[in-house]
């Protein structure tokens, strides 16, 4: 496993504890994502590195997240049903920064669309959907924070799964065993991915996103 790790109460200290941000594993070239499949699913895209095969549907949405633990909430630590393997997904930043681009927001904010018609036009023709979501910390408790996900379809879909991802790691095992610290209420002992505010450079993007907003 290639992600850098530290412990989940070294990392918490260095986050924001309000508002909207990005927060991921990055480095110059690409930032991890996570998703969550069945076993069919998981076992092609880990095997040809990349997704298609094995029951993945390209003509659905399918959710990115770039937070480790609002994917361990979302999966219940890679136990719910159709969520048993989670991945470690690394996309190349320019096409990351291209999904950010092209988001719209899944429900109405006036500030940014000005007339909900004009929201609901570009929702209908938009191919990437964005929701910010509350974080969760290892329990499952929200947190005033939020985190970033993104449903993709369409061309973004394909692009996704076929050009800009650049490697797939099945981190299973790792939940797991991170999960037993959890049960434990062991969280001295709880090691997650090094996470940092992931840095939008673009004016335009980064207050369409509206991130740093408390909300």
Known sequence: MTLKLNLYTEIEKTLP???RYILG???QDSIIVYQAFN???AARAVRNQKLGGGGFKFDRM???KTGFLWMMYRSGWASKPKQERVLAIH???DGFDNLLKAAVHSSYVEPIYQTHENWQQQVTN???RLQW????DPYGNKLERRA???GLRGDALSRYASEWTIGIEDITDFVKQQHEHVLAHALDKLLIPVEDIYPVTDSAVFSKLGIGLVI
Not at 133 to 136: S, Y
């Open 133 to 136: 979501d509350p974080d969760h």
């Open 148 to 150: 970033i996900q993104l």
């Open 62 to 64: 399918s959710w990115i």
């Open 17 to 19: 504890t309000t508002s």
């Open 39 to 41: 076993e069919a699913i």
């Open 91 to 93: 996309v190349k930043r």
């Open 126 to 128: 938009s191919e990437v």
């Open 25 to 27: 594993q990055y480095n």
